[in-house]
């Protein structure tokens, strides 16, 4: 391909063969998230890429980066050979028809028992409950809030806490704490009466002042990840359950992000948080990085508020619990199990932070802060420029900020993610299958990176100045 525009079809054989890489970016620029491709083409981190092992990235340079990207979607690499081999297993042998509605599905059954079994593993008061499968972690979220509201028909809000994120459909949205992302779509859905993150007072007085009866469920991220990987007090959240109890609410755990082992557990609500929550959503590693897998976990007396009796059709979706995806969700789980990735994942991760740490230390005028559990990591960067001169941009300068520690992590071997809900923050959720050597690698990729960049302000000046004039051109809307 010579990167022109296509007149044609585009078939898959020419997309096998490979794309020319201009091709691909004139396509997606013109076709798909424009700006979004624009910032991640000017910041040169846009690829695209090739996997090389499970763990590593080649851009089209030839260059090999560790990928520690990924949204913690990926949590076996890419590639995984033990999923591939599963995969194609499943494609030479399985005949279950591919979409089964209406019908006895038996990789949705066993995937459903196996969700309970594991959480009534934890918490027996769940022994008896049902799933709802859908295609994302959005997904999951809404029908974990309509669940909610079904269940207190007569309740009127939600309460939800500073900087969560639970997705970005319209309900979820009303419980995602991001003006940016809630402000164009006014009305929300859901009125939402929003607390300070591990504040157990705050939720207290609120009960005081406001009956308690009119709150439809509490929903909650047992660790916030979008936020930047922010850890509450632990009995923050033993003590929103118990309350929530006590009064009779639902509590809703978003365990999209941090469960099923990227936290060191597999429910870090029941297990770290001593919580019993009434409703659980689970996704991004059930995909195991090859396919969008979404589940809400339910007590049977709230699941059959909404779905019992005839109204098994008030809520659904056509691909959820599709039998290619149940499948690979069910191998996920056997592999996190059978290869004792939560125990890995715990260990991992105490190493990692202890090395962001002593990073941290050595360089006080590029690291504000540094912030982990398990193998899910936040790096915060001081502002590229001070506050004092930002000139009423603070977050503009947050999005730099970002966005040019990305170039240099990126430039220096790592790819790492954004955190959609905190300026000035990288995140790594690195595969919880990486080699020792290799997670070893990354940390001293990051350690050379800082001791070459040293303070925030440098970020500014090594960054090409093309790059800092087409992400301004972006930023201003041209």
């Given at each position: 391909m010579d990167g022109t525009t296509f007149n044609g079809p585009i078939t898959t054989d020419e997309v096998l063969a490979g794309l020319d890489n201009r091709t691909v970016f004139e396509l997606e620029r013109d076709h798909g998230n424009t700006d979004l491709i624009r910032a991640i083409e000017a910041a040169r981190i846009a690829g695209p890429f090739t996997s090389v092992s499970p763990w590593e990235l080649e851009d089209p340079s030839g260059v090999r980066r560790i990928n520690a990207a990924g949204y913690a979607a990926i949590p076996f690499g890419e590639r995984y050979p033990p999923l591939m081999d599963f995969l194609d297993r499943y494609l030479a042998k399985s005949r279950q028809i591919g979409l089964p509605v209406q019908s006895l599905a038996p990789w949705r059954a066993a995937l459903e028992a196996e969700l309970v079994r594991l959480v009534a593993s934890l918490d027996t008061s769940h022994s008896n409950s049902r799933v709802f499968f859908t295609n994302s972690g959005s997904e999951a979220n809404e029908a974990a809030i309509k669940l909610a509201k079904a269940f207190r028909p007569n309740a009127t809000y939600f309460v939800n806490f500073k900087r969560a994120f639970h997705g970005k459909t319209t309900g979820a949205l009303s419980i995602t704490s991001n003006e940016d992302c809630q402000s164009p779509f006014r009305p929300l859905a859901y009125e939402t009466l929003t607390l300070p993150f591990g504040d157990l007072e705050a939720f207290e007085a609120l009960l005081a002042r406001k009956d308690p009866k009119h709150v439809i469920a509490v929903m909650l991220e047992p660790i916030q990840g979008e936020a930047g990987v922010i850890v509450p007090p632990q009995t923050f959240l033993s003590g929103i359950d118990r309350l929530s109890k006590q009064y009779g609410i639902p509590v809703i755990a978003d365990e999209i992000q941090a469960g099923l082992a990227r936290s060191g557990y597999l429910v870090p609500s029941i297990e770290w948080g001593g919580m019993s929550p009434d409703i659980l959503t689970f996704a991004k590693p059930l995909g195991g990085g090859l396919t969008p897998v979404g589940a809400a976990v339910a007590r049977k007396v709230i699941y059959r508020k909404m779905l019992g009796g005839m109204n098994f059709k008030t809520h659904s979706n056509t691909f959820g619990g599709n039998?290619?995806?149940?499948?690979?969700?069910?191998?996920?789980?056997?592999?996190?199990?059978?290869?004792?990735?939560?125990?890995?994942?715990?260990?991992?991760?105490?190493?990692?932070?202890?090395?962001?740490?002593?990073?941290?230390?050595?360089?006080?005028?590029?690291?504000?802060?540094?912030?982990?559990?398990?193998?899910?990591?936040?790096?915060?960067?001081?502002?590229?420029?001070?506050?004092?001169?930002?000139?009423?941009?603070?977050?503009?300068?947050?999005?730099?900020?970002?966005?040019?520690?990305?170039?240099?992590?990126?430039?220096?071997?790592?790819?790492?993610?954004?955190?959609?809900?905190?300026?000035?923050?990288?995140?790594?959720?690195?595969?919880?299958?990486?080699p020792e050597d290799l997670y070893n690698e990354m940390f001293d990729r990051i350690d050379a990176v800082a001791d070459d960049i040293g303070s925030a302000s440098k970020l500014l000046i090594r960054t090409p100045p093309t790059s800092m004039v087409d992400l301004a051109r972006i930023s201003i809307g041209v």
């Open positions: 039998s290619m995806s149940m499948a690979i969700g069910l191998k996920s789980l056997e592999i996190i199990r059978d290869e004792g990735l939560v125990a890995r994942s715990r260990v991992l991760g105490k190493i990692g932070l202890e090395r962001l740490e002593a990073l941290a230390k050595r360089h006080p005028k590029l690291i504000k802060e540094v912030r982990g559990f398990g193998l899910w990591f936040a790096i915060e960067f001081h502002p590229v420029v001070p506050d004092r001169t930002a000139l009423g941009m603070k977050d503009l300068v947050g999005e730099f900020t970002t966005i040019l520690a990305l170039m240099m992590f990126h430039r220096g071997g790592l790819h790492a993610n954004l955190a959609a809900n905190s300026h000035r923050t990288i995140r790594l959720t690195p595969p919880l299958t990486i």
